[in-house]
């Protein structure tokens, strides 16, 4: 009779037969969160516009402190009169005081327009456009690559902390961290591009693509290409993933509900991929997302030792004129890639983890 009774006294200390308590206490705790949930997404936004800002004002001030005049850079090595590059820096605008530089830099900027490149001769967003599709592509399939890579190694190393297998994932993961990329993609060069004692050259040194091939052919061609800078950039991107996941995981791993996930009969493998793992994407799910970031960025050094002709080649190239505009204008394209990645990480988490936002 006892056992009768019970689950009508749970249910009224529950508050009410039905348990109607509980689940307006739910309800009331969902409204709260769908409530919440636009001023978590204002706030964001609006951090996102002054990170943006902060970056029209660092990039417009920190490339003006560079060594170097850029009018006479362009006219290296031809005679010009002084006249004449008074004449180039009030066609360029560098006679105009600085506030007045910045001002019209941010109203083109905020526009779209981000100038006219100095050596070049072209609209800055022309040169970036055209160049592009190379960085997307290169660092695109790199990004993928680790990514899964680093995430699939990270979640194997902690479920298995302190094995063989673990160790060694985390000394190479380690190691490769630390190796400056170009050196590691100058290494690559010297061993199976240029060829070294028994071993043969068989990639080529930099470019693109061979230039004489179509259809097919030329994917192969640009395939073959990509093999060197794609190993250096996953070889040191998927390390710094790894470890992420591998110190998220771990610190999930000596949590109660998983204990309570073996003992209702689950099978490990089912405890790691359905509790563990979920659990521990948060910070991953940032690393993700910058990586993503890098993709518009691509890798400066990679690409200039490669020669690979995307934006990081352009940056390079912008560089040493200094062409301001171009500097500028590549600067606004990498950092607001990673402020929108950034962002989008931001309105992901509640999704992930419902106590984000409330």
């Known amino acids: 009779m006892s056992g009768a009774s019970t689950p009508g006294v749970v249910r009224e200390a529950a508050g009410g037969p039905l348990g109607t308590e509980p689940s307006g206490r739910t309800a009331r705790a969902a409204s709260g969160t769908r409530a919440a949930y636009p001023l978590y997404v204002a706030g964001k936004l609006g951090g996102a516009a002054v990170s943006l800002f902060a970056v029209l004002v660092t990039s417009f001030f920190l490339f003006r402190i560079l060594p170097g005049d850029p009018v006479k850079a362009m006219t290296h090595g031809t005679p010009t009169t002084a006249e004449q590059l008074a004449t180039l820096r009030r066609q360029f605008g560098l006679d105009l005081p600085m506030w007045q530089q910045f001002t019209d830099y941010c109203a083109k900027a905020l526009t779209g327009d981000l100038g006219m490149s100095y050596q070049f001769h072209a609209p800055v967003g022309e040169l970036i456009a055209e160049k592009l599709p190379a960085t997307l592509l290169l660092t695109g399939v790199a990004v993928l690559i680790y990514s899964t890579l680093g995430l699939w190694l990270g979640t194997r190393s902690a479920w298995r902390n302190g094995s063989l297998g673990d160790r060694l994932n985390t000394g190479v993961a380690l190691t490769l961290w630390s190796v400056p990329a170009f050196w590691l993609g100058l290494l690559l060069i010297i061993f199976f591009a240029v060829g070294i004692g028994p071993i043969p050259g068989m990639f080529p040194t930099g470019g693109m693509s061979s230039g004489d091939s179509t259809g097919f052919g030329?994917?192969?061609?640009?395939?073959?290409?990509?093999?060197?800078?794609?190993?250096?950039?996953?070889?040191?991107?998927?390390?710094?993933?790894?470890?992420?996941?591998?110190?998220?995981?771990?610190?999930?791993?000596?949590?109660?509900?998983?204990?309570?996930?073996?003992?209702?009969?689950l099978r490990d493998d089912l405890v790691r991929r359905r509790h563990a793992v979920p659990n521990a994407l948060l910070p991953t799910v940032t690393m993700v997302f910058i990586n993503l970031g890098h993709v518009a960025a691509g890798s400066i050094l990679v690409e200039t030792v490669f020669s690979w002709p995307g934006l990081g080649g352009l940056f390079y190239q912008a560089l040493s004129v200094p062409d301001l505009p171009l500097v500028q204008g590549l600067f606004v394209v990498f950092a607001g890639a990673m402020i929108l990645m950034n962002l989008l990480a931001d309105l992901l988490y509640p999704l992930l983890d419902p106590r984000v936002g409330r």
């Open 218 to 265: 030329q994917v192969l061609d640009v395939a073959h290409h990509m093999v060197l800078p794609v190993i250096t950039l996953v070889a040191v991107g998927y390390a710094q993933t790894l470890l992420v996941m591998r110190s998220s995981l771990l610190d999930e791993m000596g949590g109660d509900y998983l204990t309570t996930a073996r003992a209702k009969g």
